[in-house]
């Protein structure tokens, strides 16, 4: 006789599971500008790994002008919407490629964007790209492993600048806007937004009138919150966090770009109510404060009736190829609200899921948040980068997951879910960075411009074991700190 046991568990592993597959497909175009010529040229390689086939491999070489580029791009020009039109030989070569690749109707287009590039990370690829493609397009990052993080929870923080000039009708209707795309489109258990507004922001932000979700804390800077220093701001949300780890802030402020550079544009004082002198945070320190706070995304958006959202994005681009974790450029205006909200539920779902089709803006992520790609294992995961640390990344029980989101509606049913204290996510935030700079050392190609550079990363064989110990050491005292703490 068969038992019931045996015959469910027979049942259960006859299920298909759609996140099993250990060799996933990936379909990769790469953009290389030359300039060691007369005029720059663009080179693009459409590229298929895993399963998919070869044969559709195309190259072609075009000059920056026969893409709508001008040679002398610059920041105000490069996201301008009428930029990027892609010539018919292209679009027909690119559709002729994949449909010999033959991927399946789900698989996003990975762009892969070769150092150095210039202003060309700013173009609007992604519209240009899905309208023709009928798929969403995604940007590759070098460090392809998924950053450690607790995905039963979501704390967000909003560092919220406006400059004076935007009424802060318009102001606080942005700020509503990106604070309940965020709550409507996040799948976690426990969300939290925490609001780091300038001081006439939060003047507007305490009239009664205006009303957000209780899940949306808005914190107010004291007197004592000042200096002339570019980590003001920064210290300002570690003391207000009180030892509480981030998974993510969102950029809502001014920036500046040049040739050579980009930097966000921040009042010196948070408390300061009138004109003041602004502060230059550049892009290490940027990346800086994010690690310090534990925080493995970054979202940027620039203000709203900010007709120049180029020095944005390049902020946002730059940043991306500085640090692993994900990082995404979005208008937040509300003839895209849907979009964020999708862009919102794909980041942060706590299981891979399938990416939205963004028609502006733009997403760096590992290949693994993909449901298509789930399983993705690039080859780094077991060379630079110690295990993962089990504590950091520990799950509640389906109990309390599903207590903690119902305490939304039945406050009496709440139950706060415990996040890694801010100092383990910064250490597990140095140990990534730590694994990147060190691939970047090991590596015969620093700037990963080979066509499987990327996904191969480097062998075992290059990796320095005095680094690895070091690193795994690290990660062995922050888990043993952890236990003791529960």
Known sequence: MISLQTT??????????????SNPDLIVLRTTLTLGEDRPKIVFDLTGYGEISEQGRRTWRLALDEIGVSEHLSPDQAHDSSVLSLPLQLQDGLKAGLALMNPAADLPLWLDLVRPYGFLGILPWERVL???LARPVLRLPDFLVRPSENADVLESAILFDPPPSNTPDSAIDQLKLIVGELLAGSPRAQTR?????????????ANPSVKLDKRAYVHVASESTSAAVVSLWFDWICAALEGQSLDAVHFVCRTRATESAAVLLLSRSPNAAEAQTLTAAEIGDVGAGLARLGAWAAM???PAGDTDRAAMAFVADTLAQSRPGAVVFHPAAPDCAQDLRETFRFLFSPQPAQPPKL???FLYCQPASVAAHAGFHAKIASTVLPSELPELAKQASWVDRARAKAGVYIPALGLDLKQAPDWASAAQRYVESASLDQLRRVSTDVLFSKSTAALDQVKAAAQSETVQKTLSDIQNIVGSYLKRSE
């Open 130 to 132: 899905s309208e023709l």
């Open 300 to 302: 940027f958006s620039p």
């Open 193 to 205: 937004i925490h609001i780091f507004p300038n001081a006439g922001c939060a003047k507007a932000l």
């Open 359 to 361: 028609t502006k803006g």
């Open 8 to 21: 469910l568990s027979d049942f259960l592993k006859a299920i298909p599971n759609p996140f099993a597959k």
